[in-house]
C-alpha cells in the first residue's frame, strides 16, 4: 500500500539559511499534518492543513510556513534557522471525514543545523 | 488544551513477561485517543486507536488498549512481549469531532525486552 512520502529524507544546513521540506499524501488523503520530534523528545505539533486551507496551528515557530498545494502536497519552509530546529520532522496524512482523522506518519526528514 | 501523561519512561522486561502502559489524558469533552509505536530510527506506526464504541480495542501485534472514562485512562496491555516489542511506546489524543486537529502525544514509554 501507498505510504507518505517526504523528502529528502535527510538535511544538512547552516545556521541562518533555509530550509524546505516536502510531504506527499497517501492518495486521496485530504489531510496534512507536520510535527517536529526532538531528539529524545516526543512529536509537537505544528500545523495542519486540510483541502488546502489551514486548518490546526501548533507550536509553529513564526520563523516557519507552510502551505499545501493543489495536488495535496505540502511544503514547511524555514528560514533563518537555528540549532535547536535540529530535529526529525514528521508528515502526516488523513482522511479528514466525521469525527476520525486517524493519521499516518511518513518516514520524517532528518534535519541537521550546523 | 489537552494534555497527556505517561507514568512510566522506562520499562524493561523480559520476554514472555506481561506489559501495562500507563496513559493518561486531561481534556474535558470527547476525545480520541491513540497508542502509536517507534521502533529505533523509524517512523511512527499505529497500534490501535479509539474512537467510540467498546472501550477494550486490539490491535496490532497482539497488542490491546481500555478506554476507562471515569479514570481519563487508555492503558495499553499485551499478555506476552516478545524481544521485537522493544521500541518506544506514544500515547496520543485528539479532540473527537475537530476536523483536521493534531494530535498532543505524551512524552512516551522507552520499553526494553530481555531475552
Known amino acids: 500500500a501507498a505510504g507518505v512520502i517526504q523528502s529528502p529524507r535527510h538535511l544538512i544546513k547552516e545556521k541562518r539559511e533555509t530550509a524546505t521540506l516536502k510531504c506527499y499524501p497517501i492518495?486521496?488523503?485530504?489531510?496534512v499534518y507536520w510535527y517536529q520530534q526532538g531528539p529524545g523528545q516526543d512529536p509537537q505539533f505544528l500545523i495542519s492543513?486540510?483541502?488546502?486551507?489551514?486548518?490546526d496551528k501548533g507550536s509553529i515557530p513564526d520563523r516557519f510556513s507552510a502551505q499545501q498545494f493543489s495536488d495535496y502536497h505540502s511544503e514547511l519552509n524555514m528560514s533563518s534557522l537555528e540549532l535547536g530546529d535540529s530535529a526529525l520532522y514528521f508528515c502526516?496524512?488523513?482522511?479528514?471525514?466525521?469525527?476520525?482523522?486517524?493519521?499516518?506518519f511518513g518516514p520524517g526528514t532528518r534535519l541537521t543545523v550546523l | 488544551a489537552q494534555s497527556v501523561s505517561q507514568h512510566n519512561h522506562h520499562v524493561i522486561l523480559s520476554e514472555a513477561a506481561s506489559l501495562e502502559l500507563g496513559c493518561n489524558y486531561s481534556?474535558?469533552?470527547?476525545?480520541?485517543l491513540f497508542w502509536y509505536v517507534q521502533y529505533p530510527g523509524q517512523h511512527l506506526q499505529l497500534l490501535l486507536k479509539y474512537f467510540s464504541g467498546d472501550p477494550l480495542v486490539k490491535g496490532i501485534k497482539g497488542f490491546e488498549a481500555e478506554f476507562i472514562k471515569s479514570k481519563f485512562s487508555f492503558n495499553l496491555r499485551k499478555p506476552s512481549v516478545q524481544w521485537s516489542d522493544t521500541a518506544e511506546y506514544f500515547c496520543a489524543v485528539n479532540v473527537a469531532g475537530g476536523g483536521a486537529d493534531g494530535l498532543t502525544f505524551g512524552k512516551g514509554t522507552h520499553l526494553i525486552i530481555q531475552p
Open positions: 492543513f486540510y483541502e488546502k486551507m489551514q486548518s
Open positions: 481534556y474535558g469533552g470527547t476525545v480520541n
Open positions: 492518495p486521496r488523503h485530504d489531510t
Open positions: 502526516a496524512s488523513g482522511a479528514t471525514s466525521g469525527n476520525y482523522n486517524e493519521q499516518f
